[in-house]
């Protein structure tokens, strides 16, 4: 059948083609097994793996693939229909393809993701329906999908750390994406994938809490070599190579394993002795693949990519809703597989011609640090998600651009924020003049009729506006701020942290101070700024809610907390770092009037 299809591909399309297919049909002859000559290339790599991509959408915005606000979608009516991705996917399977893997965007949010795969399960000769989800929607979807027919699943996880995950992907739901880690299991997936791109300066300290976790959980779990896209944000700086994770895994557990891998694998994997699970290393950048690569890919708009990093593409949705026959299709497949080239050859001359990191100066931008929301402490979360596994610590944080051609490093916590503030330089802030009535009466108010301290009750207070801004001063000294200025602290980045910190204190001052109401901000920004002239960090706080009881303790607590992570962050080069000038600047809402510092 097959010698037969290509017989009449050779007699009714374009010479060229022909001779190319009759080339690869000489090479298929001396393999043990036929395969398709359409989905052989030039270089006698047979690609029996599709990827499908079900949507452009996603529901996180993670801080190394999109910007917060998201990217153009395609128009719905330039997607494949479901129909369209069935036909293709049939037309691949008939040609040799037995794996096919669901990706987006977030293939999960597609309505009829359920359907599409109980579909796929009827095709004859297709071994494995796998899907790689960030985890949001599994654990209240995959018992339906397991019904009908997938088979493997990639889960996509960047650290262990709450307020990190959030820091990363910019949306709340980490809880979420364990919980679907957990009924993968329980329903008997083995191994569960989890998939986590490793970035220095972000989570390669956490290396080894991964790999703790394959102790007692049938998961593998897959270290990802970042591999920096054309546009994308972060640069080579940030890979941290096979080779030095390799290492790190082997400091702890010296015993280490390395598994029999297959050919096409684009993994290298290896096993902890006695662990329940394994861990595997995808080596896209240091050690690449591409001599057996086996995988094609269809987007979201219908265009068929041989290479991930390729820029050519093929559109096959023009070509079916144009009323392309089987035998056309098969040609533009065969053809596009055909141009293959033997590797992204591209990719890796730019990162053979990369210039190593300056570790004393930085070029990059300030990163704007969003959407941080935290719960319950980490070590409760992480007790209670991974119960016997070493409790991640809040981590060294990403390196960030310094200001180029300067010292300067001005940091905030807010998307949004103006580009020509100076975050707290003294001119932008508001002047201190009170513009409002001011207290009159000298009765604490948290204190009762005898003296005894409590809570004050707002429940019969209007809810309004509230919005506080609160200050502080680190004085480091000259050594200690030189560090932090140039981002060489060994601990990580003094400014990132501190930032993370001041945003998670503000939510937890409820929990902190025991008078406090609990508040539901809707707003919480750190900014920092250096002074070179005191050798101090400016820390600026300021937090918004709606609600009875206004925000001060809020934004007070944030910047004191803020102000306590750079001592801790520094301790250690110097003991002469002094906290100095916390204070209220300005608070607005609420019955007793507006207030800002003189």
């Known amino acids: 059948m097959l010698n037969l299809m290509i017989q009449h591909l050779q007699d009714t399309r374009p010479c060229m083609f022909s001779q190319e297919l009759s080339r690869r049909r000489q090479f298929l002859r001396g393999q043990a097994a036929p395969f398709s000559a359409i989905l052989t290339d030039s270089f006698g790599r047979q690609h029996s793996y599709l990827r499908i991509s079900l949507t452009e959408k996603c529901n996180l915005r993670c801080q190394y693939c999109m910007p917060e606000e998201g990217v153009q979608l395609t128009p719905k009516a330039n997607l494949l229909t479901t ?272 210039p190593p990191a300056n570790p004393s100066i930085s070029s990059w931008d300030a990163l704007h640090v969003e959407g941080l929301r935290s719960r319950m402490s980490f070590s409760s979360q992480m007790a209670t998600l991974w119960k016997g596994y070493r409790v991640p610590q809040t981590p060294p944080l990403a390196q960030q651009q310094l200001g180029s051609g300067s010292f300067q490093r001005h940091y905030t916590s807010h998307a949004d924020s103006d580009a020509n503030s100076k975050c707290l330089s003294p001119g932008s802030w508001a002047s201190a003049a009170p513009s409002g009535p001011q207290l009159t009466s000298e009765q604490l108010t948290h204190v009762d009729s005898e003296g005894r301290a409590a809570m004050v009750d707002v429940g019969r207070k209007p809810d309004t506006e509230r919005v506080a801004v609160a200050s502080a001063v680190v004085l480091l000294g000259p050594v200690a701020f030189k560090l932090v200025q140039q981002n060489q602290l060994k601990k990580g980045d003094a400014l990132v942290v501190a930032q993370l910190a001041g945003v998670q204190a503000a939510k937890l001052t409820s929990q902190l101070i025991p008078l406090c109401h609990h508040v539901a901000l809707s707003h919480a920004q750190v900014q920092l700024e250096l002074d070179s002239t005191r050798h101090a960090v400016e820390i600026r706080a300021s937090c918004r809610a709606r609600g009875p009881t206004g925000v001060e303790m809020e934004a007070l607590t944030s910047a004191a907390v803020a102000a306590l992570t750079l001592y801790d962050m520094c301790k250690a080069v110097s003991r002469d770092i002094v906290l100095e000038e916390i204070k209220l600047i300005s608070k607005t809402g609420g019955q007793r009037g507006d207030f800002h510092r003189a």
């Not at 109980?118 to 004859?124: C, I, P, T």
């Not at 329980?186 to 991964?210: I, T």
């Not at 290479?307 to 593409?313: K, R, V, Y």
């Open 83 to 354: 129909e369209e991705i069935l036909t293709l996917a049939r037309l691949f399977v008939k040609e040799g393809v037995d794996k096919i893997r669901l990706t987006g965007g977030e293939p999960l949010i597609r309505p009829d993701v359920v359907d599409i795969v109980a579909q796929l399960q009827q095709l004859e000769g297709l071994r494995t329906i796998g899907v790689t989800t960030n985890g949001i929607n599994l654990a209240r979807m995959l018992p339906q999908l397991q019904k009908v027919g997938l088979s493997a699943i990639n889960i996509s996880l960047d650290t262990l750390v709450p307020a990190k995950f959030e820091f990363i992907v910019r949306r709340k739901g980490f809880h979420k994406v364990m919980e679907g880690i957990h009924k993968a299991i329980e329903l008997g997936y083995n191994p569960v994938k989890v998939n986590c791109v490793v970035m220095r300066g972000l989570n390669e300290d956490e290396l080894l809490d991964f790999a703790a976790l394959t102790e007692g959980l049938p998961l593998d779990v897959r270290f990802i070599e970042y591999m920096p896209f054309d546009g994308n944000k972060w640069n080579f700086k940030k890979m941290v190579s096979y080779k030095e994770m390799l290492d790190t895994v082997r400091q702890q557990w010296p015993e280490l394993e390395k598994l029999p891998e297959e050919e096409s694998s684009t993994a290298k994997a290896f096993k902890i002795p006695g662990f329940q699970g394994q861990i595997s290393f995808i080596t896209s950048m240091s050690e690449h693949f591409c001599g057996t690569c086996n995988r094609l890919r269809i987007t979201a708009d219908g265009n068929l990519k041989v290479c991930l990093f390729g820029n050519s593409e093929v559109s096959l949705r023009d070509h079916l809703r144009a009323g392309a026959s089987e035998q056309e299709l098969l040609r533009i497949i065969g053809a596009a597989v055909g141009r293959k080239k033997r590797q992204h050859a591209e990719l890796f001359l730019m990162f053979r011609d990369s």
